[in-house]
């Protein structure tokens, strides 16, 4: 069974940063893409960065590329989302996922970004 396990959300003002972290198990995690997503009330789900197997693949949602950085270590495993130079729309739920199939996908852990 597929477990993730989102953690380091937090309220910071605009300009600030976090780290988000996503504990996995249940499945190979050192053969799985992974994703984080968001998704902010009232809207869809949005894709904002997915890790290939190795790292050797990366890709951001342009709304957050320059200001996030993916990382994960297949050791642990884990998956990580530094944010930086927050914005009051980076207020989202952000949710750890298997692939980007948004149905294996962690409980998630809330952001919010206000002054």
């Known amino acids: 069974e597929v477990r993730l396990v989102e953690s380091g959300g937090d309220l910071v003002q605009p300009g600030g940063s976090l780290r988000l972290s996503c504990a996995a198990s249940?499945?190979?995690?050192?053969?799985?893409?992974m994703s984080w997503f968001r998704q902010a009330p009232g809207k869809d789900p949005e894709r904002v960065s997915l890790i290939s197997p190795a790292s050797t693949t990366i890709d951001y949602a342009d709304s957050v590329k320059g200001r996030f950085t993916v990382s994960r270590d297949n050791t642990k495993p884990a998956l990580y989302l530094h944010l930086r130079d927050l914005k009051t729309e980076d207020t989202a739920m952000y949710y750890c996922v298997k692939g980007s199939n948004w149905r294996e996908r962690g409980q998630g852990t809330q952001v919010t970004v206000s002054s």
């Open positions: 249940g499945f190979t995690f050192s053969a799985a893409y």
